[in-house]
């Protein structure tokens, strides 16, 4: 009996969790948000539901639209213009849940607001949510996860302050249609974020920035494997932040000035690493960056582009190549690879003939991998394993920064590393200390008419008496 009650007890709480169906258990969304609990699903069948300031009340659940079987949503929350905000999150009741699925729209303040939260918003649309300073996604002291997402004709979509931490992977930034003031992305007040394999499309009109504006502590951003096209104004503006732009593409722009404008005030450092910036109307660094910069290693500045940059492995399921059973070739939906058909490869003026592979063997190599999985062949770029896609590892060597090597100088790695050691003056074994050994050596040196520059201490091309006593003194002091 007691064995029984301690059973009960220590039973997970997601084994009692259960489904509420929308509207055929309850005729709103609200109404089967107010009766579930903890590890529920609530489940939206398809169709159009006319609701707004949807509460979820702090609870751990799943909020959850309808899909068909191309993973066309066929469920959509309209706010009709008249509701301010759709979805409310309050970490003062509660910081998890999950919103999946959906259409949102018609806002006319922020369609998804959240404080002191941490939901997760996952495979939505949303598009129309147009009002003065409102957002698609607004969010103070929060720290969400908003993936697999599409934001059109929204005022802006997506608003964090006051020291928020958001995550923003695989998303489609499509610049708005009516609005010339419209941002992309306005990250201030000190919160930070990461985006990972996003496009950003300025849409070829005025608008659309992304803007990271820290305060006098400063913030973080990294910008990884994404494509920045078709601006016609500033696409960054950074002000007190430190950023970091990896494995991206600027293209097709035409600006007439600086792509990237980044202030000096304190603290702030940008560092763009393995970035491709090409047919943007100059291939001048320092016209299509404005202000301080750290040129890291392998960026490419041209006038024309050759090829697809992001070309390895993007999802294409939710991208409609028509109706025809033309197969176009294999390709990553998003989970696994899979067989893609159409009637052409150019979708929305984008070509996608090169993120189709030619088998399915060349699309696992490229796209599948196990979350953690680390390839270091070469220790220069090894790449892990993130949300099932690889990503390089940012290795940071001091010489490749400019840090200078005070008292020594910076010596070629061993093989299997990365990154030049910085060795004193004197210490001729490498090991970080110089000391009565590293005399021996280099009076063994003196003998026989060697030479090695780490301990020519005067300087003069050649290894003597002069640069022992050096070494000594250096020991000495």
Same mark, same amino acid.
């Given at each position: 009996m ?6 009960i007890?220590i039973?997970?709480?997601f084994?009692? $969790?259960s489904?509420?169906?929308?509207p055929?258990? #309850? ?6 948000? !107010?009766t579930?609990s903890d590890?529920d ?5 398809a169709?159009?539901? +006319?609701e707004s300031m949807?509460d979820? @009340?702090g609870?751990?659940i799943?909020i959850s639209g309808e899909?068909?079987?191309d ?5 959509t929350i309209d706010?009709?213009?008249?509701g ?6 309050n970490?003062?009741q509660?910081?998890?849940?999950t919103? @999946?699925?959906l259409?949102? @729209?018609n806002?006319?303040?922020n &369609?998804?607001?959240?404080? &002191?939260?941490n ?5 939505c649309i949303?598009?129309? !949510?147009?009002?003065?300073g ?6 103070s002291?929060?720290?969400?996860w908003?993936d697999?997402?599409? #934001?059109?004709?929204?005022?802006t979509?997506i ?11 695989n998303c489609?930034?499509? =610049? ?5 003031s ?5 990250i201030?007040q000190?919160?930070? &974020?990461?985006?990972?394999?996003s496009e950003?499309d300025g849409n =070829?009109i005025?608008g659309g920035?992304?803007?990271?504006y820290?305060y !006098?502590?400063? &913030? +973080?951003?990294?910008?990884q494997n994404?494509?920045? !096209?078709?601006?016609?104004d500033t696409?960054l503006?950074?002000t007190?932040?430190?950023?970091e %732009?990896e494995?991206s593409e600027f ?7 600086p792509?990237i404008i980044?202030?000096e ?6 560092i763009i690493? /393995? ?5 943007n109307g100059?291939s001048d660094?320092d016209v299509l960056i ?5 040129d890291y290693y392998?960026?490419?500045f ?8 992001l070309q ?6 939710n %991208? ?6 033309m197969i176009?070739?294999?390709g990553w939906?998003?989970? @696994?690879?899979?067989y893609f $058909? ?9 070509d996608?003939?090169?993120n ?7 699309c696992?190599?490229?796209c599948e991998?196990?979350d953690?999985?680390?390839i270091g ?6 790449m892990?394993?993130y949300d099932g896609?690889?990503?390089e590892?940012i290795?940071d060597?001091?010489?490749d920064?400019?840090?200078?090597c005070?008292g020594g100088?910076?010596?070629?790695p /061993?093989?299997g590393e990365?990154?030049?050691e ?5 210490d001729i074994?490498?090991d970080f200390?110089?000391?009565?050994l590293?005399v021996?050596e280099?009076?063994q040196?003196?003998l =026989? ?10 300087d003069?091309?050649t290894i003597n ?6 070494? %000594?003194q250096?020991i000495?002091?």
């Amino acid at each position: 009996m007691n064995r029984l009650i301690i059973l009960i007890i220590i039973t997970p709480l997601f084994l009692f $969790s259960s489904t509420i169906y929308i509207p055929e258990d #309850f005729e709103t969304i609200q109404e089967g948000i !107010n009766t579930s609990s903890d590890g529920d699903t609530i489940l939206i069948s398809a169709g159009t539901y +006319y609701e707004s300031m949807i509460d979820s @009340q702090g609870k751990d659940i799943i909020i959850s639209g309808e899909e068909d079987m191309d993973g066309n949503l066929l469920t959509t929350i309209d706010g009709q213009g008249i509701g301010s905000v759709i979805f409310i999150f309050n970490g003062a009741q509660g910081q998890g849940c999950t919103v @999946q699925n959906l259409i949102i @729209q018609n806002s006319s303040g922020n &369609a998804v607001w959240m404080y &002191a939260s941490n939901p997760i918003i996952r495979n939505c649309i949303l598009i129309d !949510n147009i009002g003065s300073g409102a957002s698609a996604i607004w969010g103070s002291d929060s720290d969400p996860w908003i993936d697999d997402c599409i #934001f059109m004709n929204n005022s802006t979509d997506i608003i964090f302050q006051n020291y928020s931490f958001s995550r923003i992977t695989n998303c489609l930034f499509k =610049n708005n249609q009516v609005s010339d003031s419209m941002n992309s992305i306005l990250i201030t007040q000190s919160s930070s &974020a990461i985006i990972i394999g996003s496009e950003f499309d300025g849409n =070829n009109i005025n608008g659309g920035k992304i803007i990271f504006y820290g305060y !006098n502590d400063g &913030a +973080y951003a990294e910008i990884q494997n994404c494509l920045f !096209n078709n601006y016609v104004d500033t696409i960054l503006e950074i002000t007190r932040t430190n950023l970091e %732009i990896e494995n991206s593409e600027f293209k097709n722009n035409n600006t007439n000035g600086p792509l990237i404008i980044i202030s000096e005030e304190e603290p702030v450092s940008v560092i763009i690493i /393995n970035t491709d910036f090409c047919d943007n109307g100059s291939s001048d660094p320092d016209v299509l960056i404005e202000g301080p910069w750290w040129d890291y290693y392998a960026n490419s500045f041209s006038d024309e582009c050759e090829g697809d940059f992001l070309q390895d492995c993007i999802d294409l399921s939710n %991208i409609d190549f028509g109706m025809c059973d033309m197969i176009l070739g294999v390709g990553w939906n998003g989970s @696994q690879c899979e067989y893609f $058909s159409g009637c052409d490869w150019i979708v929305d003026d984008i070509d996608y003939s090169d993120n189709l592979f030619d088998s399915f063997e060349e699309c696992e190599d490229i796209c599948e991998c196990t979350d953690g999985e680390i390839i270091g062949d070469d220790p220069c770029n090894p790449m892990e394993c993130y949300d099932g896609q690889w990503y390089e590892i940012i290795i940071d060597c001091m010489e490749d920064m400019g840090i200078p090597c005070e008292g020594g100088l910076y010596i070629l790695p /061993n093989e299997g590393e990365c990154c030049s050691e910085c060795i004193l003056f004197g210490d001729i074994n490498y090991d970080f200390s110089i000391n009565i050994l590293d005399v021996v050596e280099i009076v063994q040196l003196v003998l =026989n008419n060697g030479y090695n520059e780490i301990v020519d201490i005067n300087d003069d091309g050649t290894i003597n008496v002069l640069d022992i006593i050096g070494v %000594i003194q250096i020991i000495l002091d």
